[in-house]
């Protein structure tokens, strides 16, 4: 079976307020074939990575729980815009309750991947969001 690759020119924001958390993430992105990485710690540090870069994202990679701005609350604030309203969004959770999924549903999120995760999980969540 050949090697997952994703086109190298994506660009991907991973949201996160533990920088662990975001290290391991974008390490298994490299290794997947992305090169093109943002970060940010919350959801409001996220929206202005999303403004500098003109709005210009192939893929979102957010945390439930963060300060200063949840996940959820991301979610729901670039879904309203226009420019990010068919973003995919996966989130990243340790937030397993039906009323946690049915509110992202509804929020509009893509995938949803419980925490803790393996590296092959986060795998097969990008490749089924860009259905590879």
């Known amino acids: 079976m050949p090697?997952?690759?994703?086109?190298?020119?994506m660009q991907v924001l991973v949201v996160d307020d533990s920088d662990i958390m975001r290290a391991?993430?974008?390490?298994?992105?490299?290794?997947?074939g992305v090169a093109n990485v943002k970060e940010a710690f919350n959801g409001k540090k996220a929206l202005s990575v999303l403004e500098e870069h003109e709005g210009r994202m192939d893929l979102i990679i957010s945390d439930w729980n963060m300060p200063g701005m949840q996940g959820i609350d991301f979610l729901k604030e670039i879904r309203k815009d226009e420019k990010y309203k068919d973003v995919p969004f996966l989130m990243v959770t340790a937030e397993k309750?039906?009323?946690?999924?049915?509110?992202?549903?509804?929020?509009?999120?893509?995938?949803?991947?419980?925490?803790?995760?393996?590296?092959?999980?986060?795998?097969?969540?990008?490749?089924?969001?860009?259905?590879?």
């Open 3 to 9: 090697e997952f690759k994703l086109d190298p020119d």
């Open 97 to 132: 309750t039906m009323a946690h999924v049915v509110t992202a549903v509804k929020a509009g999120v893509t995938e949803f991947l419980p925490k803790p995760f393996t590296a092959e999980m986060l795998e097969s969540k990008i490749k089924r969001i860009f259905k590879t």
């Open 24 to 32: 391991i993430i974008i390490s298994h992105l490299k290794k997947i």
